[in-house]
């Protein structure tokens, strides 16, 4: 965990903030994400998204909190890990690059304080979540 600083968190943590303010923020992530790949699509048919995309903003409060070592941030981790693998939801590994895109293309729209030290902050905690779901697939 080390290798994401203090600042990287800051960055991520307030840009996430800046996109919460906005109603379209979420909608637009999963419109995007659903869009890049059939199979995404049929994955959130039944979906109420309103409770999902809570559920999302609250897992990624949580994750800059496990890559600062937090108890919950590394317990949501660790649920939401065990959730997507091959035994439960068997999310594909490969999804999550195009999910990457997708919530990076998103916050890019929606922070209008968007800049590279701030993408490259929503790529390393988000980067790390991505590792630690796949090694647990």
Known sequence: MSEITRSSRAAFRSSLER????????????????????????MFRNTDFDVQGR?????????????????????????RAMTHNRHHLDISPRLYEIWLEAIVSSASVHDLQWNEEVEDAWRSILGFAISYMVRRH
């Open 19 to 42: 996109c919460k303010r906005s109603l379209f923020f979420i909608p637009d992530f999963y419109r995007t994400f659903i869009a890049a790949e059939e199979e995404v699509g049929a």
């Open 55 to 79: 559920m999302l903003l609250r897992s990624l409060e949580l994750v800059a909190d496990a890559t600062d070592g937090q108890p919950a941030g590394l317990q949501e981790l660790n649920q």
